[in-house]
């Protein structure tokens, strides 16, 4: 057992190889993934294109149309940018949760809620301008981060799987949202499940004059750095981070699971409760029925694209923002149906999504 | 019915199984014994065509039987109970049989299947009732649901691995008389197990696995228990490692009464008690799943306890959170390096300051210190001799010598009072077990108590200054080495406690 020799020479050898491709790999890491989702997102732009032929149209005219659609201008990329900026916000949160295996398709009923909840300061409370947003958008992120908790606690006192108790809460969130503006909020005599217009000094203010560009951006590219510094730069970020890759390494350097999970729930909630608040604050300008349809599986679609890296989810994002806000540029001067917008979304995921299964036992946490 | 012939399986440099014969005539019952990792899982795995043998051949009802697959083997009629039963919890018995069962074409045909069920319930004396859910069935009733399957799928040779590990002793004895009529009806048995007592009762004839190699092949009648403990364990144990003599100091470690009923209230560890003292060696050694798990994880703060009391150095530790036990100076290697020591996707600085990333140096009021982190890194690496591309690759691109090396840079580097190290050189080649024993040996020296547990003897014996042995939960008197008796261990290890303390 104890025997020097030709074995410690063979253990040696094979050792230096490793070294070896470590050190590639390493260097390759995260060129490797931007160059996987680049390829993903042209093998999408492909196939569509294909679609676009059968349809008997110019893909190549029709993707012109739909740049143009939403970058031509100030005002469409204004538009792309107000579109981008739930998901990301939301999908942060999502990549965070995703980190730590916690599997949250929550952000729809959480972005719902923290709408309700923006709203019910804009049209209720009187404030000057700068306090009254800030409290409107407090009080989104609270609701959302308190839906999210909900859901949580169902995870970790009744054991129900969080796939379900989130995914069940969106119907709950969404419907309150209904529930709501056919009560006390709604507008009387509107014909339309809407809140009165909101005062003036509650709307978010522009970023852009002369454009609908808002200040919501600001708050993703802030939420898409405090989410990587969040995840790699603090210990709570080092506890998801482990919980996520192995549960029983966790127990055994004394993580609690629970608390690692309502945490990180939590931060999700906010995000995504403080994106809907923005979106009826900055877009809407009142509280509309089905205002979040749609953002929660954007915002999984846009953290899986990222492979669950929060920075990254800040072009995922965009992508999509800019897809669907070309996309009716696309349909109004080409004829293409902008529907088909969806599939190169759905089609950039499933790619993405065979990338990282090829590489997933490559990536690093 | 079965012979097989000069079977050689070798995985890389291990010799799993080096030419051995075995041979099986219909209304034989088989006992083949032998340690952890003495090739009989390897044997069964070639027969069953899971692997397929380096060289070798197998003769199945004078067929021979090479190159084939387990779908062919059980087509053939063979038949394998394995330790861990696959049944579906929400089906009934008849409907647990009948998967697999593909005779009757697309057809299922349960009342026929039930029938089928009763009439060879009543032949072997099963006691089964076809329409009971397998999630209500006990362990022993379960394991018959599992006996019924393969009889029913034509099998002649039975091969049942350890079935007697979690049965209780009124299970043991229906399990041994449904295995004698087995016998009757002219079946062959191979009957795996470690347990001395029952090999000698249902046996007829015994074969010996040690390294790979058969050690003993003889009628179990006139055969007895030192007979058998020998040919398992008897080897040259005089080559005992150089180890400095010197007299251990104060007991750090007190276990006292420890006790865990698990959350099916079945007893894990039976009123354990003993100490260590520093500068000390105390080697368990145990057949795997009497109870060592329980006990490592007990001490280490990953399961509770339901009874007795851990004393660390004066400090009363039963209820102690893990972090605080680390603090406190008790270091954990555990088993399993894939999924419990190391986080494989992780860097290998990650890693080394795994177990305390959240206290000082490596953070502050809530953040990480990268450079903390790498300065750590880079002087274990150097002190331990880990070969890695750098402190930031994923501990999973490293050989698995330097993976355990991390573990143990980690866990020893802090200098603890007290080290529990479970199977430590586990699956490791021989350099890197060197370093392991090189490393414990280093400790030992500077006046760490370590608590070693292995299944393999041969460690044990080399390592222990003390030595117990652990079976059913509990742990025997731990002897000084030089008074170890290699016989009457193996027969502790195999079921017999002369020395097992009064409760």
């Known amino acids: 057992m104890l025997s020097r020799g030709d074995s410690e020479t063979r253990t040696a050898t094979t050792a230096a190889t490793l070294d070896q491709m470590a050190q590639t790999l390493a260097r390759l890491d995260g060129l490797r993934t931007f160059l996987l989702a680049c390829a993903a997102v042209g093998l999408a732009l492909a196939v569509t294109g294909v679609l676009i032929l059968i349809a008997g149209k110019n893909p190549v005219i029709a993707y012109w149309a739909m740049i143009k659609g939403a970058v031509g201008t100030a005002d469409r990329l204004a538009f792309a940018l107000n579109k981008s900026t739930p998901y990301i916000l939301a999908g942060v949160g999502v990549a965070l949760c995703f980190r730590a295996k916690v599997i949250n398709i929550g952000a729809e009923g959480q972005i719902a809620v923290g709408g309700i909840a923006a709203a019910f300061v804009a049209l209720y409370v009187k404030l000057p301008s700068m306090p009254l947003i800030a409290l409107a958008l407090i009080a989104g992120a609270i609701a959302g981060a308190a839906w999210s908790a909900l859901a949580a606690f169902i995870r970790l006192k009744r054991g129900v799987h969080e796939v379900l108790c989130t995914l069940l809460l969106n119907f709950v969130g969404v419907l309150m949202v209904s529930e709501a503006l056919n009560g006390d909020m709604g507008e009387p005599g509107a014909g339309f499940p809407q809140s009165p217009l909101f005062e003036r000094a509650a709307w978010l203010p522009k970023l852009l004059h002369g454009t609908e560009l808002h200040i919501g951006i600001l708050f993703v590219i802030a939420a898409a750095i405090a989410g990587h510094v969040l995840l790699w730069r603090t210990t709570f970020g080092f506890r998801l981070r482990v919980l996520g890759a192995s549960p029983q390494a966790a127990n055994y350097v004394g993580i609690s699971a629970p608390r690692c999970i309502l945490g990180v729930m939590v931060v999700a909630g906010a995000l995504a409760g403080l994106a809907g608040g923005i979106e009826v604050l900055g877009v809407h300008y009142r509280l509309i029925e089905n205002f979040s349809t749609g953002f929660g599986f954007n915002a999984v679609a846009v953290a899986l694209i990222a492979s669950v890296n929060p920075i990254a989810v800040l072009p995922a994002g965009l992508f999509f923002g800019f897809l669907e806000a070309g996309a009716l540029a696309m349909q109004r001067e080409v004829g293409v149906p902008s529907s088909l917008v969806f599939v190169i979304q759905g089609l950039t995921m499933v790619f993405v999504l065979c990338a990282i299964g090829v590489g997933a036992r490559r990536q690093k946490v | 019915m079965l ?500 409760a």
């Open chain 2, 3 to 502: 012979e097989m012939r000069g079977i050689c399986k070798n995985y890389g440099s291990v010799r799993a199984n080096r030419g051995i014969d075995l041979t099986v005539a219909p209304g034989r019952i088989v006992g083949l014994l032998g340690e952890n990792g003495s090739g009989k899982s390897t044997l069964m795995k070639v027969l069953f065509g899971i692997v397929a043998a380096d060289a070798g051949t197998i003769t199945f009802k004078d067929k021979p039987l090479t190159g084939h697959n387990p779908r062919a083997a059980i087509a053939a009629g063979l038949g394998m109970i394995h330790q861990h039963f696959t049944l579906v919890d929400a089906m009934t018995v008849t409907e647990n049989v009948m998967l697999g069962l593909d005779r009757d074409g697309l057809w299922l045909n349960p009342h026929k299947v039930a029938e089928e069920i009763r009439a060879t319930s009543r032949l072997y004396g099963l006691d089964l009732d076809p329409g009971s859910l397998a999630g209500n069935l006990s362990h022993g009733q379960r394991q018959r649901v599992e006996i019924m399957k393969v009889i029913l799928r034509g099998a002649e040779l039975l091969i049942l691995d350890e079935p007697t590990s979690n049965l209780s002793p009124p299970e043991i004895r229906g399990l041994l008389d449904i295995m004698r009529r087995l016998r009757e009806q002219g079946r062959g048995v191979i009957f795996i197990s470690h347990k001395l007592d029952e090999v000698l009762e249902i046996c007829d004839e015994i074969v010996v696995l040690r390294d790979g190699e058969v050690t003993g092949h003889r009628a179990a009648l006139g055969a007895t228990k030192a007979d058998l403990a020998q040919m398992m364990v008897g080897r040259d144990v005089t080559a005992a490692l150089a180890k400095s003599t010197h007299a251990p100091g104060t007991p750090v470690l007190h276990v006292v009464g420890l006790s865990r009923r698990d959350d099916n209230c079945v007893e894990r560890l039976r009123d354990i008690s003993f100490s260590l003292r520093a500068g000390e060696i105390l080697a368990i050694a145990g057949v795997d799943g009497n109870g060592q798990s329980d006990l490592v994880d007990v001490l280490a703060g990953l399961r509770t306890a339901t009874g007795g009391g851990i004393d660390l150095d004066g400090e009363d530790i039963t209820f102690m959170p893990v972090a605080d036990r680390l603090a406190a100076g008790l270091a954990y290697i555990p088993v399993d390096r894939a999924t419990t020591s190391l986080v494989p996707a992780m860097s290998v600085a990650d890693n080394l300051a795994l177990r305390e990333f959240d206290r000082t140096p490596f953070a502050r009021h809530g953040w990480l210190r990268p450079a903390a982190f790498a300065t750590h890194a880079a002087e274990r690496m150097r002190h331990f001799a880990i070969r890695a591309a750098g402190a930031d690759v994923p501990a999973r691109t490293l050989s698995g010598g330097n993976q355990q090396k991390i573990v143990i840079a980690r866990e020893i580097g802090r200098k603890p009072k007290v080290l529990i190290a479970f199977q430590p050189t586990w699956g490791l080649d021989p350099g890197a077990t060197r370093f392991v024993i090189d490393q414990l040996l280093a400790l030992r020296e500077a006046g760490g108590a370590i608590l070693y547990l292995s299944a393999s003897l041969d460690e044990v014996l080399m390592l222990g200054d003390r030595i117990a042995v652990m079976y059913g939960g509990q742990l025997s008197e731990p002897v000084p080495r030089a008074e170890a008796d290699i016989t009457e261990i193996g027969l502790m290890m195999a079921g017999a406690m002369p020395k097992t303390k009064a």
